[in-house]
């Protein structure tokens, strides 16, 4: 049984379009995480959810939305999709939070391309 | 400058070659992780370390929490250990990662 699952694995999109990718973990953890990976392979946080309540929001464009409607659940909707959006997203999860002592478990990741 | 730097960029190794990764980070962490992320594969935590050391099988990691410095060891390695590996730090409330180290092994 998979810890932490990503939908879609792949997405295709146009320029414009709003989608949205599903997170959910099965850990029972209280903190769960949206990292970007680019093109360089370099991850960078994006949002952190503590219990359902945001705990970090690292400068991201106000056209991603996380919504965490229970503390297994973490999508991430983006709203207008640029060509600087293509990338792989991870979501994840840990018991503390990601700069405590703790294991942080991810995700499959979700390979966006806009075309 | 990145507070975590990661030692080589790339690395190509024979198969049962013992490999060594090295981090090195400049601020006060909680906790050090190695992660590994095969080819269109997602990251699988592999250590997460505070001090000391730590052995899976043929992998081991080590911390020099005074020298700011860890490295990860990959005994007798495997063509299946082709992937890229990841340095992350955990301090504040952030998790800081390196660029990551491609290693392909080849048989």
């Known amino acids: 049984d998979t810890a932490v699952s990503q939908t879609p694995k792949y997405l295709v999109t146009q320029m414009g379009n709003d989608k949205s990718i599903k997170c959910e973990q099965n850990?029972?953890?209280?903190?769960m995480y949206w990292y970007k990976q680019d093109s360089k392979k370099f991850l960078k946080i994006m949002f952190s959810?503590?219990?359902?309540?945001?705990?970090i929001n690292e400068t991201v464009p106000n056209r991603f939305s996380p919504k965490s409607p229970d503390k297994a659940h973490l999508n991430l909707h983006i709203n207008s999709l640029e060509l600087g959006d293509s990338a792989v997203y991870f979501c994840?999860?840990?018991?503390?939070?990601?700069?405590?002592?703790?294991?942080?478990?991810f995700g499959e990741g979700s390979w966006l391309t806009v075309v | 400058k990145n507070e975590v730097e990661q030692s080589p960029q790339n690395l190509t190794a024979q198969e049962g070659e013992f490999i060594t990764i090295n981090c090195s980070y400049s601020?006060?962490?909680?906790?050090l992780h190695w992660l590994q992320q095969h080819p269109g594969g997602g990251i699988v935590s592999l250590f997460m370390?505070?001090?000391g050391k730590k052995k899976h099988g043929r992998l081991i990691a080590t911390i020099n929490i005074q020298e700011k410095h860890s490295s990860l060891h990959i005994t007798a390695s495997h063509p299946r250990d082709s992937a890229v590996y990841i340095c992350?730090?955990?301090?504040?409330?952030?998790?800081?990662f390196g660029a990551g180290t491609i290693l392909r092994v080849k048989s």
């Open positions: 994840a999860s840990s018991q503390a939070g990601q700069g405590a002592t703790t294991t942080i478990y």
């Open positions: 850990l029972g953890h209280d903190t």
């Open positions: 992350a730090v955990s301090y504040g409330n952030k998790l800081v």
């Open positions: 370390l505070s001090s």
């Open positions: 959810y503590n219990n359902k309540e945001l705990i």
């Open positions: 601020v006060g962490i909680s906790a």
